[in-house]
């Protein structure tokens, strides 16, 4: 009897604890619904920064990633300059050796000339007979002259003599013609003209002027491609915004390695000035636009 009174005892016991734990959650639950019928703002705040401590570190890492993004384009866009700059760096490399062995094979062809000035330069004493010219003109004038006094000498000797002649009214009267033939024999040889004077020719400085042909004038680099279809699309793609390309050339420029890309140049401008205006009318900035030469193969 005594075993059955400690253990409904014990049971006793056990049943008022399970009816305190149960007792106290229902006044836990009346006070969670009390709070929320009387302050329900206090909820809400309260899930806001649950939701928003729970969101800040898929916000810091969405954004992170988008850092990240931004850096990758901006390398791409450094690397892509870098390549254009050193393409054309290496074209007026060219450009210039191109320049100086055309100066330097010029400079071996004026060396290089026979010396057929000196026989010109030395045609031109003759021009020093003049003197003589009018020497001979006076001799001549002399020669003239003296025919003239022999002539009317002899015409004055026959008038006398037919005076002074004789009776017979039927005489002929005799005809001098010795002082014809005295002319005759007696004119000076034709003067010889003066050999004629041969101009001077002479060499100035030689002058270099640049060729017009495939490379010359300056044009704007407007884009890359990595093939010539690109470029088309892209020239087409431009003219339809920029108006002050459409008077202009486009040209392909060849890469100089396999791989690489394909530039796409208009132009030609008169000077560097000119090109770097028409890039700062299109408005794309240094990347986009910059002045080089004009060559290449036509689009």
Same mark, same amino acid.
């Given at each position: 009897m005594?075993?059955?009174?400690t253990?409904a005892?014990?049971?006793?016991?056990?049943?008022? %604890?399970?009816?305190f734990?149960?007792?106290?959650?229902a006044?836990?639950?009346?006070?969670? %619904?009390?709070?929320?019928?009387?302050?329900?703002?206090?909820?809400?705040?309260?899930?806001?920064?649950?939701?928003?401590?729970?969101?800040?570190?898929?916000?810091?890492?969405?954004?992170?990633?988008?850092?990240?993004?931004?850096?990758?384009?901006?390398?791409?866009?450094?690397?892509?300059?870098?390549?254009q700059?050193?393409?054309?760096?290496?074209?007026?490399?060219?450009t210039?050796?191109q320049?100086?062995?055309?100066?330097?094979?010029?400079?071996?062809?004026?060396?290089?000339?026979?010396?057929s000035?000196?026989?010109?330069?030395a045609a031109?004493?003759p021009?020093?007979?003049?003197?003589?010219?009018?020497?001979?003109?006076?001799?001549?004038?002399?020669?003239?002259?003296?025919?003239?006094?022999?002539?009317?000498?002899?015409?004055?000797? @026959?008038?006398?003599?037919?005076?002074?002649?004789?009776?017979?009214?039927?005489?002929?009267?005799?005809?001098?013609?010795?002082?014809?033939?005295?002319?005759?024999?007696?004119q000076?040889?034709?003067?010889?003209?003066?050999?004629?004077?041969?101009p001077?020719?002479?060499?100035?400085?030689p002058?270099?002027?640049?060729?017009?042909?495939?490379?010359?004038?300056?044009? @704007?680099?407007?884009?890359?491609?990595?093939?010539?279809?690109?470029?088309?699309?892209t020239?087409?793609?431009?003219?339809?915004?920029?108006?002050?390309?459409?008077?202009?050339?486009?040209?392909?420029?060849a890469?100089?390695?396999?791989?690489?890309?394909?530039?796409?140049?208009a132009?030609?401008?008169?000077?560097?000035?000119?090109?770097?205006?028409?890039?700062?009318?299109?408005?794309?900035?240094?990347?986009?636009?910059f002045?080089?030469?004009?060559?290449?193969?036509?689009?």
């Amino acid at each position: 009897m005594a075993a059955r009174s400690t253990q409904a005892s014990r049971s006793g016991g056990f049943f008022k %604890l399970y009816m305190f734990i149960w007792a106290v959650a229902a006044a836990a639950a009346l006070a969670y %619904l009390a709070s929320l019928a009387t302050a329900p703002d206090l909820s809400k705040s309260v899930t806001k920064e649950a939701q928003a401590e729970a969101e800040q570190p898929l916000r810091l890492a969405s954004r992170a990633l988008s850092e990240i993004g931004t850096v990758r384009r901006t390398v791409g866009d450094m690397q892509r300059d870098i390549a254009q700059i050193r393409d054309t760096l290496t074209e007026r490399d060219a450009t210039e050796r191109q320049t100086q062995s055309r100066i330097a094979a010029l400079e071996e062809k004026v060396t290089s000339l026979p010396p057929s000035t000196a026989p010109v330069a030395a045609a031109t004493p003759p021009a020093a007979p003049v003197p003589k010219q009018k020497a001979a003109d006076k001799a001549k004038a002399k020669d003239k002259a003296a025919p003239e006094a022999r002539s009317t000498s002899r015409l004055s000797r @026959v008038e006398g003599e037919e005076k002074d002649g004789p009776d017979d009214p039927y005489a002929q009267p005799r005809v001098e013609t010795g002082s014809l033939a005295g002319q005759d024999s007696e004119q000076p040889a034709a003067a010889t003209p003066p050999p004629p004077v041969q101009p001077v020719v002479t060499f100035g400085a030689p002058v270099v002027t640049p060729s017009k042909g495939k490379g010359s004038g300056f044009a @704007v680099q407007i884009g890359a491609g990595s093939s010539v279809d690109a470029l088309r699309a892209t020239w087409k793609q431009l003219q339809s915004k920029h108006d002050n390309l459409s008077g202009l050339e486009a040209r392909v420029v060849a890469p100089k390695a396999e791989g690489g890309k394909y530039r796409l140049v208009a132009g030609p401008f008169a000077s560097k000035a000119d090109a770097e205006k028409a890039c700062t009318d299109m408005g794309v900035g240094r990347t986009g636009c910059f002045s080089t030469s004009f060559h290449g193969d036509p689009l």
